[in-house]
């Protein structure tokens, strides 16, 4: 149980309070409501490149990494296509110094073309070296956008190409800051050795003369019932090939989420789990294979990967795994499997709580959500799931036509190496 008080400043910033007296330390979590999905689709990439900006010196503090380190803090940040998150973890005594820094940034960026043109160079090599030049870097570049047609999930957090992020201009990445990042869009966390009175009357301090800033409404496209298979074949010089199978689910506040999480689990976590028991130990037709969901607010993907064993065809993996996928369509499971995957999952959440800065983040993703105190509520959600919620979770996800599917070939040994003119 993680126990908080919330206030909401008068330009709409959402603070939330969580007290540890047992630790020395404090946490400045900032989430902005803002993540890839909200970019266009012609400059994509621009959520990721302000996760960098804000590191490059606001109106009043040219350097944030120094005052900070100067007080024995670290930071870092996350962006992902529903969010973008900047944290400092310090000693509680110097928590005004994380105030200063993360209101200033709040406040106004110093945009210069010399900063911008600083991190458009990391945001290129970042690109080239995790996604273009790294062994399967590419599959979520390929795999998005086989899966979905119209909603912005269909690019990467890091962008659709390069040249987006190469021809940003100035001005769009100031309009990109003023859309996004205010009060209004925000949510603050303070979680450690910080009473509740000196955490607020530093929170009216330093964030309370912001401008609010005009509240982003979406208006998203949303993405239509897949009602065919979907295939891609690719070639690339990889160890091994891969196979890649995606399914739509239901968004993170739908009352089946849970259930589509415990049949990944049940699918593809862990040594226990059916993929790897029958697929990876006793048919011996893989050398990893995992499944998991994409956790999306709005409606994510069930996915499925594994890297397939030398001498294995892609076909005739991908008719093991759609063998079991099918089983767990047609027969309820057992109640000992499904309390097996249930605790682990509940652990999961448990052990992440051991840190502070978990559950400042989980704190603020719980409040985007519309409740703060979601985060205690998780482990009830997912005892609640029966081996019948399991049941026709599977009947709605798994699906042959909900499904799209990466074939990801190993390029021969000695075989000529090709360009792909779409990475270039």
């Known amino acids: 149980m993680i126990d908080f008080k919330e206030f909401t400043l008068d330009n709409g910033l959402r603070v939330i309070v969580h007290e540890d007296f047992t630790t020395p330390m404090a946490v400045l979590n900032v989430l902005y409501d803002v993540g890839s999905k909200d970019e266009s689709e012609n400059q994509t990439g621009f959520a990721h490149l302000f996760e960098h900006l804000m590191f490059s010196g606001s109106v009043n503090i040219p350097s944030y990494d120094e005052p900070l380190q100067k007080v024995g803090g670290e930071n870092n940040a996350f962006t ?150 979907q295939r891609l074949e690719v070639e690339a010089d990889v160890p091994l090939s891969a196979l890649y199978k995606t399914y739509h ?34 048919q011996k037709l893989f050398n990893s294979i995992g499944a998991s969901i994409t956790g999306s607010i709005e409606p994510g993907l069930l996915v499925i990967q594994g890297k397939l064993n030398e001498g294995v065809s892609l076909t005739e993996a991908d008719a093991a795994i759609e063998s079991i996928t099918e089983e767990v369509r047609q027969q309820l499971i057992d109640e000992q499997e499904l309390t097996k995957v249930k605790n682990q999952a509940e652990s999961s959440i448990v052990f992440s709580e051991i840190e502070l800065l978990n559950r400042a983040m989980n704190l603020a993703y719980s409040k985007l959500l519309g409740n703060a105190n979601f985060v205690n509520e998780e482990g009830a959600h997912i005892q609640a799931i029966t081996p019948d919620d399991i049941l026709a979770a599977a009947n709605e996800v798994l699906v042959p036509t909900n499904c799209s599917t990466l074939y990801y070939h190993a390029k021969p040994q000695g075989a000529t190496i090709a360009t792909d003119a779409d990475d270039l």
Do not use: C
């Open 80 to 229: 992902s296509p529903d969010i973008t998150n900047y944290y400092l973890t310090v000693p509680a005594v110097n928590i005004e110094t994380g105030f200063w820094l993360e209101s200033d940034r709040m406040l106004d960026l110093a945009f210069s073309e010399q900063g911008l043109e600083v991190q458009r160079k990391v945001v290129v090599e970042e690109f080239k070296q995790n996604y273009l030049n790294q062994p399967y870097g590419d599959v979520w570049l390929k795999l998005r956008p086989l899966a979905y047609q119209q909603h912005p999930y269909k690019w990467a957090t890091i962008g659709k190409e390069i040249s987006h992020i190469a021809d940003a201009q100035i001005t769009d990445v100031k309009n990109f800051f003023r859309k996004h990042y205010s009060p209004i869009n925000a949510i603050l966390v303070i979680a450690g050795n910080v009473p509740f009175e000196k955490a607020k009357a530093l929170t009216e301090k330093w964030f309370g003369p912001i401008p609010s800033g005009e509240k982003y409404h979406r208006q998203l496209p949303v993405e239509p019932v897949q009602k065919e298979a």
């Open 249 to 282: 689910m239901p968004a993170r506040l739908d009352k089946n989420y849970y259930a589509v999480d415990l049949l990944g689990d049940i699918l593809g976590r862990g040594k226990s789990s059916r993929f790897y028991q029958t697929l990876v130990k006793e």
